[in-house]
């Protein structure tokens, strides 16, 4: 079996666009367009891979007491592994991820000097071509590396390790997580993947990639997940299935809740964004549709005017309200496909 947990996160405010109101407040005029992988020309592709090697660069700003977060990125991977079972699994999900891509994509541009606009990987392309370990988002040159290879290392931490792509090539090295689900705590290791189907290993011990469980985030499903009516259903399979199965199938640093270890995390979560939008449609019912439990025993009903944890990652706790629409409060943005 694979693991189930997974996880995900986020980031805040947009930027943009936008006229300014009487009373300061801003409006969304003009919405910055999330595009897909696959539509950026190699510059921008570039771009995004800079300004995200970048930020894996620069020191640390929070958690001064926690040893284990040493870079900028580890500020990010630190709360949201902290927070893992307030934001997965409940309703706030959606709204808590949708948060978090923002503000990693306002640290990239504030911190990184990021001209960009953060893009999203539909993997649900790949899904259709049956064809997800050759996905372009994989390419070595224009994407973010492949599978997680055998070196020759003895160090614990060390024996599998992406090697190509512009991760790999800074030998990106981690401090947060350890990528072995069965061991908690924190190991100092390379970036790694193990891609998998979810089939255990074969009789020489390596793991079985097959189709990497791909009819689990076809279009297919997306159909399905696009025609529930409520919110808490349309959120928990979109949860539950694609969104678990992709941090899964990729494993390594992407399987624990120190996923945002992985780059393709920001994309990954930008499309269950995307989906979320989506279902939306702008619509005024749905865009007010918040249903579902603040926590995971789901006793405690949740609420509209929830805010949602954030450590110290930002200043003051969002409110889910302001997070429901993507071209409102503080978030100004489209997708290239709705
Ligand atoms: C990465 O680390 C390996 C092993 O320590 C070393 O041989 C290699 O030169 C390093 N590469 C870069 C680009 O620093
Ligand atoms: C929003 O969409 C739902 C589902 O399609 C529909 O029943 C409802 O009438 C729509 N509401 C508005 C205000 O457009
Ligand atoms: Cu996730």
Redesign the pocket.
Known sequence: MLPTSIIAVLAFTSQAAAGVLPRGETACTDPVVRKEWRELDDAAKAEYLRAAVCLRKLPKEKYAYIDAVTTRMDDLVYTHFSLNTDIHFVANFLPWHRWYVQLHEDLLRTECGFTGIQPYWDWSIDADAKDMPNSPLFDPVTGFGGDGKRTT?NEPGFQRCVVDGPFA???LTLAMGWPDMNVAGDRLHCFTREFNGGLGNDENGNIIIGDMQVGAYNSQVMKTIYGFDTYADMSSMLEGLPHAQIHSVIFGDMGPATSPNEPLFFLHHANVDRAWAKWQGRNATRLADYTGFKDTARTIPASIDDSMPILQLGDTEPVVKDYMDIQAGPLCYTYSSM
């Open positions: 290392s090539n800074t030998n």
